[in-house]
Each structure stands twice: as C-alpha cells, then as structure tokens.
C-alpha cells in the first residue's frame, strides 16, 4: 500500500486544525508502515486505540473552535453529526471479530473519510470562520457556504470519496449484522455439541469400564506369563498377582498366596515389611535404611523404584542370591494405588565372582612372584644403564674435546692469517716512527737554534732540517701511519664482531654486516686462492645467534678455498624470500661427486689427507643452521665445476630442534 501523501490541497489555514490534520495523516502511514498480509488482533486494537483518541481530541478541539468562533448552529450540528458518524464506524471496526477485518481495508476506509472530511466539511468550516472574522454573520457566511461552487476536480474527488465512504460504512454495517448472525448460530451449535458430548461421554464411559476389565484381564495374563518372578499387592497390602514364576522361586502356589498379605513368608522367618509394602506405605526413604542397610539403591532406569539384593539362605539347595526391584502402581491421578516387585536369582553370578575372587587372588599372587623378579630385571638394567650413562658422558667428553680441538685449529688457522694482516700496517708505521723520531729531532734543534737567537746558527740549522721537505713529508707521514693504525683497528674489530664473545644469547643481527665481518677474519686464506665476489641482496636483521652464524660463513668460505686447486672465484650471495633469508657460497673448485655429497655433513667425514682436518667443519655449520636455528642446507655439486652451499634461516626465532 501507498503511504497518505500530504497535500496543500488539505491546508485549511487554520494552524491548529493543520497541525492536528497532519497528526491523523500521520498515525495512518504508521499503519501502512507496518502492514502484513493480515495485521494480528492486538495490532489492530492498538491502532485503532490510537486514532479513536486523537480522533476525539481533534473533533473536541474543532467544535470548540466553531463555538468559539460564533458558527451557524445548524453547521455545528451537521459537522459534529459528521463526527458521531466516524465515532459509530470505528467501533462497529474495533467490535468485529479477529480475522474480519484487514489492514487494507482497514486503511481504505481510514484514508476515504479523512481526505473527503478534510477537503469538504473542514474546509468549509474554515472558509466560514474567515468570513466571520471578516465582519459577516454566521447566517450569512452559512448562506454563501452553501452557495459556493468547489473546484470541479476536488468536487469529482470528493463525490468520489464520498461513495467510497458510503459503500465501506454499508459494509462494516453488513458485517456487523453478519457477525450477531453467525453468534447466534454458533451457540445454537454449542448447545447442540454440548449434547451430543454428554451423550458422547456416557458412550466412553461404559466402553473405558468395559475396557478397563479387558485391561486387568490382560494384565494378569501377561503377568502370570512372564519368566521374571513378580508380584503385585493393592493399596491394602493385599497380594493381587503372584505369577507362576514366583512361585516357583519361592516355593507358594499363587492360590496360597492371592488375596493375603503375608508376601513376608517367601523370603522371611517372621513377619515383616517387603520393599513393596514400603513403597504403599510411603515410608521407603525413611524406614528401607532400617531393613535394606547398604544393600539398596535407586532404579537408573524407572523413577520412584528401588533396587536390592540379598541372600536367602532358606530358598533352594544351600540358598540363593535375589536381585529384587519394586516400583509403585499410580492411577490416573498420580496416587500410589499398589506396588511391583521382581525377582532374578543371581546365585550363579554370585558363584560366578567367588570362583573369580579366588582366580584373582591367584593371579595376584602370581603377579607380585612376577613383579618381584621384574624388579630384580629392573636393577638389573638400572646398573646397565648407568655403566651407559657413563660410557656416553664418556664419548661426550670426547666429541667436545673434538669439537675444542676443531675449534683451536681454526682460532690457530684465523691467528695465524690475522697477524699476517695486522703485520703489514704495523710495520710501516714502525718504519714512519723511525722517521718522525728524526724529523722532531731536526724540528727540536731548529727551535733550540731560535731560543740561541745566533741568526747563522739558525740559517745552519734550518738548512740542516730542510724544512720545505718536512712540510710536505710530515703530513703525508702522519696520513699513513694513521691509516695504518686504522687498518688494524677494522681488524680487530671484524676480528670481535666475528667472535662476538659479548653477545652469546639469540639477537636481531645483521647478517650481511656478519658476512662481511667473516671475510675480512679470513681474508688472509682467501685471498691467495680466489677473487671474491660480493652480491649481497638487502635482508632484514634475523633473530639468531650471531657468533654462531660466522662460525658456518667461516666454515663455508675457508672450504671453498681449500676446494679451488690453482686460483679461481668465490661468488657470495644473499637474498630473502618469505619469511627466510638465504646465503650462498660457490666456487669454482674441483666440486663433489654424489656419493661424497651424501655424507659430508657425517661427523669426522672429510676428503683431506690425513693430518689436514677433523671433518667436523660442515657437521658443525649443519648443527647450527639446522638443529639450532630450525633452518635447512643446499648443496649442488658436480666434479669439475665447484660448488654451491645455500643456506636457510627463518627471520623470526624458531624454537631449537
């Protein structure tokens, strides 16, 4: 449905007509706002409440208005008869019966009798009160009223809404007649259902007693056939059933048994309460502790039954064990009206876990003789197992003393190349000392020739000194001999930053810095051997331990020195990829063959003579790279054409392996 467009054509000029007009327009479009295919009963009540209220509200207000004004009396009377009128539909509306009425037609009518209200009868009135104010009469005004012609669209309009307004009143007035019809048929029908039940109960009542007495009979029968031993006693303790099964148990006929209340005899010397009987009597929970001590229980199964076992000795050959469950008899109402109780012999089970108890005592026995000889097993390899404890620490204490051996080779190997690059910059500043030693001593005896202020001795001295050349060789003296402290304080500091012996715990490094570090530690074996070629790639810092890392740079570059026979070339590279960085070393040397690549990361495997090495360099580098920094190792290789080691580590701390 369209919403209940506002339009100038509904102004009247009266400000608080307009307002209260624009009110109603308003509670309409909020029904149209929440229209379903059929509006529910509380949502039309509510609506319906809504603008019944401000409708009588708004009708208060303009007849007060028209009063107030001074209106003709007979305009008065026919606007306020328009009010009643809109008053009566509403609540033939609101009294129809749910379902009657839908929210369409509840709107059509709604939105009808405002727009032709507002556009004919308010809008007459407020052409009136403007004549009045004016200075006409109301009589007058109230004749020129009635003589004024509307605008021939609005009169179509409204002679169209007025028919509308007819043909929806009429129909409201049918449906009002047809719903006190269909009341009037509906309790003519009542009465005549409410015969035909009471007829219809007398008829249920005589096949529910007929029903009942089949019931019982069929009860006893499937009772009385049942292989579980039952028996079922009334309200009054007397027994009603006792089936065949039972009797046979217990060693009573059921013609004994059936109508007395002496249940007691099958199981008891003397008179006493049965779970049953407790159960009629209502005293279970306060008086079954007192004659089932520990041997009872709730059912799991039905509600309000009790379970028990015991031994008979009296029943049978020796006496017998009887699991017994008992649960009450309700009637429609919900009242305990009887008791079942049932019987299971469980002789056997019960023979059944003696002859167990005395296998597992048996087996117990035989367990603790054989947990005995277990635990002399158990020293046994306790003893062993230290003399390996030991045997191990043992081959521990050799592997470091191996590894320490490895180590002091390459610190001996790394000492040997470092003094030999800290050996040249040293002496040529030695030899500049000697001769800045001289130069200060010709410098002195020129300053002593001035403090003697004999100008010959000063020329001499002058002369002497030849200090033109001192200008020039003096500074250029002091250039080199700085530079060549300078070298050696870089090497000392890659030699430390190789080393790193302050930073021994996991860091964020720059392992490109490491890189370059490493080279300048071992140029000396580098150098004499191949060109090395720098392609380092920019990398993050990775979370590693540092000094560890040279060792495996360290390891990688000084082999693949020793793998270039004559003079060949040494290509470093780096990169990143993911969530790793990589490093590559490859040569140009003799390279490997697959059998020799498959074990070069074996401890103590080498391809050295004898005497030359451990073998432990690259099954150092694979337990750092790998076990240490969870990272991984590639190796390509063909004889005659060097080879390539990558390696892999993660940027961000990977725990160890």
């Keep these: 449905m369209d919403a209940f467009v506002w339009d100038q054509r509904f102004t009247t000029g009266e400000p608080s007509v307009d307002a209260e007009h624009r009110e109603l327009v308003r509670l309409i479009n909020q029904i149209i706002e929440s229209q379903s295919k059929y509006a529910n009963t509380a949502t039309i009540a509510t609506i319906l409440d809504q603008l019944v209220a401000y409708a009588?509200?708004?009708?208060?207000?303009?007849?007060?208005?028209?009063?107030?004004?001074?209106?003709?009396?007979?305009?008065?009377?026919?606007?306020?008869?328009?009010?009643?009128?809109?008053?009566?539909?509403?609540?033939?509306?609101?009294?129809?019966?749910?379902?009657?009425?839908?929210?369409?037609?509840?709107?059509?009518?709604?939105?009808?009798?405002?727009?032709?209200?507002?556009?004919?009868?308010?809008?007459?009135m407020a052409r009136q009160i403007n004549a009045i104010r004016a200075g006409s009469s109301a009589a007058a005004a109230?004749?020129?009223?009635?003589?004024?012609?509307?605008?021939p669209a609005t009169s179509s309009m409204l002679d169209a809404m007025a028919a509308l307004f007819r043909i929806i009143s009429e129909r409201n007035d049918a449906l009002d007649e047809a719903n006190r019809s269909l009341e009037a048929k509906v309790a003519e029908r009542t009465d005549a259902l409410r015969e035909s039940n009471r007829k219809l109960l007398e008829s249920e009542h005589r096949r529910s007693s007929e029903a009942r007495r089949h019931l019982q009979h069929f009860l006893s029968q499937i009772i009385d056939g049942d292989p579980v031993p039952t028996l079922v006693i009334d309200a009054e303790h007397k027994i009603t059933h006792w089936?065949?099964?039972?009797?046979?148990?217990?060693?009573?006929?059921?013609?004994?048994?059936?109508?007395?209340?002496?249940?007691?005899?099958?199981?008891?010397?003397?008179?006493?309460?049965?779970?049953?009987?407790?159960?009629?009597?209502?005293?279970?929970?306060?008086?079954?502790?007192?004659?089932?001590?520990?041997?009872?229980?709730?059912?799991?199964?039905?509600?309000?039954?009790?379970?028990?076992?015991?031994?008979?000795?009296?029943?049978g050959d020796g006496g017998r064990w009887l699991f017994f469950t008992a649960a009450p008899i309700r009637n429609a109402d919900g009242a305990v009206v009887g008791a079942i109780e049932t019987l299971q012999d469980v002789s056997e089970r019960h023979h059944a876990e003696e002859q167990l108890l005395k296998?597992?005592?048996?087996?117990?026995?035989?367990?603790?003789?054989?947990?005995?000889?277990?635990?002399?097993?158990?020293?046994?390899?306790?003893?062993?197992?230290?003399?390996?404890?030991?045997?191990?620490?043992?081959?521990?204490?050799?592997?470091?003393?191996?590894?320490?051996?490895?180590?002091?080779a390459a610190i001996g190997q790394l000492a040997a190349g470092v003094a030999h690059e800290i050996n040249n910059p040293i002496g040529f500043v030695n030899s500049n000392l000697s001769s800045l030693k001289h130069y200060v001593e010709q410098l002195l005896s020129v300053i002593a020739a001035y403090e003697g202020g004999n100008a010959e001795a000063i020329g001499a001295a002058r002369r002497a000194a030849d200090l033109d050349f001192l200008r020039d060789d003096l500074p250029a003296l002091l250039a080199e001999s700085q530079e060549g402290l300078g070298r050696v304080t870089r090497i000392v500091q890659d030699l430390k930053d190789f080393s790193r012996v302050d930073q021994t715990e996991r860091q964020h490094a720059d392992l490109n810095a490491a890189m370059q570090s490493t080279l300048n530690v071992v140029r000396n074996e580098l150098k004499y051997k191949a060109d090395v070629i720098l392609e380092l790639g920019e990398i993050p810092e990775v979370d590693c331990v540092p000094a560890q890392i040279n060792q495996v740079f360290m390891n990688l570059l000084v082999n693949a020195a020793q793998a270039i026979q004559e003079h060949g070339r040494i290509t470093v590279r780096s990169g990143v990829a993911g969530e790793r960085v990589w490093f590559e070393v490859e040569d140009t040397g003799r390279g490997m063959s697959d059998a020799v690549r498959q074990r070069i990361f074996e401890p103590f495997f080498t391809t050295k003579p004898v005497g030359k090495g451990t073998g432990l360099g690259l099954s150092i580098s694979y337990d750092i790279i790998v076990k240490k920094h969870r990272g991984y190792i590639d190796v390509d290789s063909e004889p005659g054409k060097g080879s390539r080691f990558r390696i892999w580590l993660p940027i961000k701390a990977a725990a160890p392996a």
């Design 56 to 124: 009588a509200l708004h009708f208060a207000n303009e007849e007060a208005l028209m009063a107030e004004c001074g209106c003709d009396p007979r305009f008065i009377a026919k606007h306020t008869a328009v009010h009643t009128g809109f008053a009566d539909q509403v609540i033939k509306l609101k009294s129809m019966p749910a379902g009657s009425i839908t929210l369409p037609n509840l709107v059509n009518y709604l939105t009808a009798w405002l727009a032709q209200h507002i556009l004919g009868m308010d809008q007459s």
């Design 142 to 151: 109230y004749a020129a009223e009635d003589a004024h012609v509307p605008d």
């Design 243 to 315: 089936n065949k099964a039972c009797a046979a148990i217990c060693g009573l006929p059921a013609e004994q048994m059936v109508g007395s209340s002496e249940q007691w005899k099958a199981f008891y010397p003397e008179a006493r309460p049965i779970m049953a009987d407790l159960i009629v009597d209502g005293s279970l929970e306060e008086r079954i502790d007192s004659y089932y001590h520990n041997i009872f229980r709730r059912s799991p199964t039905v509600p309000d039954a009790f379970e028990a076992e015991s031994f008979f000795p009296h029943l």
């Design 359 to 408: 296998h597992q005592e048996q087996l117990e026995a035989l367990v603790a003789e054989r947990t005995g000889a277990l635990e002399q097993a158990n020293r046994q390899l306790e003893r062993e197992q230290a003399e390996l404890t030991a045997l191990l620490h043992k081959v521990e204490e050799a592997q470091q003393q191996l590894l320490q051996s490895e180590k002091m």
